[in-house]
């Protein structure tokens, strides 16, 4: 295959959270990172929690967590406003935790793709460019036609490396929703990397508040159709080593996906607070107020929570597998 992280990365992931539990192994690690002393084979060095230099992947996981690309808008003679995007597949190399690097197929060049926000009743053309080696879609969660649902065999199919598309169809329905690769085999396509968050908001909008992008996923680094690293927003520990930090009192507003393959079920669970929870964001009254819920793959949830209490909160799957490989980080409530 000669793409991604060799089966002697891995061990190196598991040296950066030693045989000590989630907790323990933490007490060691934020407060003191070092800058991805790694060496060329992928191993750690002793001593140091390594973490992965956003410079290589050319894309953040702080600035992404934050970042919502609304595309440009025109409006029409009718008053109707279209929204348009650009989005181009390639194939990439990223660093998935300190020194695993995973052979990743990207949109935009970066995993997940970018955070596609609409507003409802819009008309929204998404312009693929496949610029990848290999035969991709675009499908998306929504209400449109079958031509263009981005599956093979139906309506334009697989966009052939070199080839582009235009997927057309109006915001509907309002909530938080995904679009991933449809290509097969479904599940590769997906595992490496051709995923991303999809909002369309209401016609009045939400209620202010930060809002947070966090994208559950996993990487199979050596082919065994099982994840060897667990990661919100792909890099493994991101916000365990720069919190995301959030003020007290105000609203936060989180939209959570989960994307992960091979595993059936993936949680999210947060220290020291509860939140509302509006199932695929497409009803304004929570159904639910929980300190963690459980989503299947492609399940989205939007939650919402005030910190009443500065420090700093865990948040992470409940599942301590994933957590203890990456899946884990901190909020840092500040005044
Ligand atoms: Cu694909």
Redo the contacts with the bound molecule.
Sequence with gaps: MGAGATAASIPALRALMPDQGLHDALAAGPAEHHHGHVSHDGSAHAGGVGRVDPRVNGFDPSELVRGFDQGRTRRLASGRTVREWEIVAADKEIEVAPGVRFAA?TYNGRVPGPTLRAREGERLRVRFVNGSH????MHFHGIHTADHDGVPGVGRGLIEPGGSFVYEFDAEPVGFHHYH?H?SPLAE?IAKG?YGAFIIDPKRGRPDADELVLVQNGFDTNFDRENEVYAVNTVAFAYAHDSIRVKRGELVRIYLLNILEFDPLNSFHIHGNFFHRFPTGTSPEPTEFTDIIAQVQGQRDVLELRFPFIGKYMFHAHKTEFAELGWMGFFEVVD
């Design positions: 197929w290999h035969p991709h879609t690769c290509a396509h051709l």
